[in-house]
């Protein structure tokens, strides 16, 4: 039903996707995934205590294709799945370029980004499993809010470790977490062991995600029915995510675009790889020259900075060992306002397609960014994420550059959120106090 | 393309109404609005110095439909109209009741509520009739940012007067109206004389609505090419709100559904008349036996403890005279968390449509609201504005009754916006420390 001067191209219900496509299956050369004490490639069991034993297998899974189940289709269609994919006309007509520009709309979840796709899913595994009680670290909230509402939705307990400085700057991201039913922690918290003896050490540190994540584990490890969950970075993460992708490309064919890029922003990788991977698959296959771009934050500037090598996760030394470009995992990126880019490492899975040179990546200050996500509200009504307004800075990048050459291009990017609760960011743009965040 | 198993009811862009159904052709009995010196019925020429002409036109119109121009077609579009009709498929299982519930979904507006559809209409007109500058005041917020976009989208230069208390306690709210590019000034500012004299007496003032919209008012009659906008109560936001409900009809068409009950909250009555027009005018013509239900707060119970008699729309009694269900216009409603509905007037279209039996009302308190609002977010996924908990208190209490009754009745309410950026109430509700607002 949808015309050529459609704004929005949409898909019914019917065609939320029906498997998860698994990049694992297309690109070789990954390198396994190493036990910090054994140095060994990892297996199955010691994942065991701290996920859930279908997410652990998923993330060892070589299949192509693994069935979504029913039960989370439903629920993605809750978070207003299969979402619009959206020609930016008002910004096209603003920049006066020949290039088409489109945008997948995950601004439209009721919490507010992408991140629910995997949050549901992970909830539904868990509760199939047996598992009775969730656990996660969040900062910016983002996160958080997604697996307190996935919790919800499928009768868990879902106790949050909310990075102490974000607990208190941050109040309304808690009340979300809290409205959906979760607990939610100051972390360090007195909850943990390890958060005990940090608030000890340091009465009145305003904590880390680092800390966050060493109790949030180990109040999964602790317990038979309590399993740990992960926003982004890990293969598992990556494939719930590429229900995005798998849209775009019906959406694509629906409306008989061929796309010259597409573009999201990166932070663990999930969202680039969930909106991109489905359509790099045809590239790796020959089918299509279409370019895929990172964008990535100067202040964790992971590829385009990074090493790609063996690193920790965390910054405890807590995680596995993951081949990665990593900036090391005793990096502390700035206190820039798009929490979710904050973060030393990469997704293997997307530093292998970077490293064949399957895509390529660009890097951002975030006072251009925000700059390109205030113009994006003006024109096209949407207050992005500060994460998001990195794509947008890169499709308006590429869409100057293809004026410039009189290039009628098809740029496609992630709106992988909506800003509404990180205006902080954009009250300090307007006013003229955002610092610029380059590493040092 | 939506089959009845889909959760979702949806309209194509091209569904998106191209006409506005006007109450006041089939609405008989409606008196005249005063003008407050005269006390004589007020005629266009009385209203030009304070709104554009296009508006006034409307204001007096008793033509049954009017048409939507193409560009605000395209702009409703843009605040993801035709909005979805909705099942609420857990809320029904929780509660156990054989009723179907539906609801219209205003919450996905990027400006959060179903303000955007007057916003833009004025100021589409506003640009049309040669006008470079609008103002309003905004106490809450929603009405002023909705007016930022659609100022944007119509290249207006926005002032927004907001209640001072609400520019130092909503930031966030004020930033989103900055990015749009409106201006926005505590109210009272030193940018009108009314302002300065306020100030010069009450140096300390918190500000009130009354003032804003005293301050916007003076702003707009000073300058020829200046106009003030009105975001509820008016015929012609009645109007411009129809959208709402013709969508709803044609869904609820579309689906086969017969609705025994339609919900939506009050406050001036835009919002109420624009989801229930189109359908009670099916009513005046005896197609229809469907009952409406207006939930209003108790703290400003106009329809259900008001009298129905002439009475000024603001505090300070500088407007027209309304024939309508008021509670005096010197009544200050408490201080609820639903801050659009804290009105001591309604619109005399739905005043008229009450007084004849066409409509009823329900009062709640602000707690039982919240309740409901909670229940909601963790069934269905969606933070609800506090004005729109309301409809779903009644929608609950309706489908309770239902299930006593072991009938199948269908529900459909307007969730006339989502609650992101009115997290205070739900923090103190989960806290434990919302208070009780029933009318003294």
Redesign the interface.
């Known amino acids: 039903?949808?015309?050529k001067s459609?704004?929005?191209i949409?898909l019914?219900?019917?065609e939320v996707p029906k498997k998860y496509y698994n990049m694992a299956a297309d690109l070789k050369g990954l390198q396994p995934v190493l036990h910090p004490g054994t140095k060994e490639p990892i297996k199955e069991e010691d994942l065991l205590p701290v996920f859930t034993k279908s997410i652990v297998k998923q993330e060892m899974s070589k299949e192509r294709y693994i069935d979504i189940p029913d039960e989370v289709r439903?629920k993605l269609?809750?978070?207003?799945r299969p979402s619009p994919l959206q020609r930016a006309v008002?910004l096209e007509k603003y920049l006066k370029t020949p290039a088409k520009i489109y945008f997948k709309r995950e601004d439209?979840s009721?919490?507010?980004s992408h991140k629910g796709n995997s949050a549901v899913a992970q909830a539904y595994y868990c509760r199939k499993d047996g598992i009775e009680t969730i656990t996660t670290e969040t900062g910016a909230g983002q996160w958080g809010t997604a697996l307190a509402?996935a919790s919800?939705?499928f009768d868990l307990d879902c106790t949050v470790f909310m990075v102490r400085v974000s607990f208190d700057q941050k109040?309304?991201r808690r009340?979300?977490m809290?409205?959906?039913?979760a607990k939610v922690h100051a972390s360090p918290s007195i909850v943990t062991q390890y958060g005990k003896k940090v608030l000890k050490e340091h009465p009145n540190t305003s904590g880390s995600l680092g800390i966050a994540i060493s109790e949030a584990i180990e109040m999964a490890v602790s317990s038979k029915n309590v399993r740990y969950t992960l926003g982004s970075l890990a293969n598992s993460v990556v494939l719930h995510q590429t229900v995005i992708g798998q849209e775009v490309m019906a959406q694509l064919k629906k409306a008989d675009i061929e796309p010259d890029y597409m573009v999201a922003c990166v932070g663990g990788g999930s969202n680039f790889a969930g909106f991109a991977f489905p359509l790099m698959r045809e590239k790796i296959l020959g089918k299509t020259d279409c370019e895929f771009v990172a964008a990535e934050p100067m202040a964790a500037a992971s590829l385009t900075e990074g090493e790609y090598r063996y690193d920790f996760g965390d910054t405890a030394g807590m995680t596995p060992l993951f081949k990665m470009y990593t900036l090391g995992s005793e990096f502390i990126p700035s206190a820039i306002h798009a929490g979710g880019l904050r973060y030393h490492g990469m997704s293997p899975l997307v530093s292998e397609a970077y490293d064949q040179g399957l895509m390529s990546a660009r890097a951002y200050d975030q006072t251009e960014t925000f700059e390109a996500g205030?113009l994006f509200?003006?024109t096209?009504?949407?207050?992005p994420a500060p994460e998001s307004t990195h794509a947008i800075k890169a499709a308006i990048d590429i869409a100057l550059e293809a004026k410039a050459k009189n290039e009628e291009k098809t740029i496609v990017f992630n709106l992988s959120g909506?800003g509404?609760?990180d205006?902080?960011g954009?009250?300090k743009f307007?006013s003229g106090s955002l610092s610029s965040s380059r590493m040092k």
Chains 1, 2 share one sequence.
């Open positions: 039903m949808t015309k459609d704004i929005r949409t019914t219900e019917d439903e269609i809750l978070l207003n008002n439209m009721p919490v507010g509402l919800s939705m109040p309304f009340t979300i809290q409205t959906y039913g205030v509200a003006k096209e009504g949407i207050i909506n509404l609760l205006l902080a954009y009250e307007i």
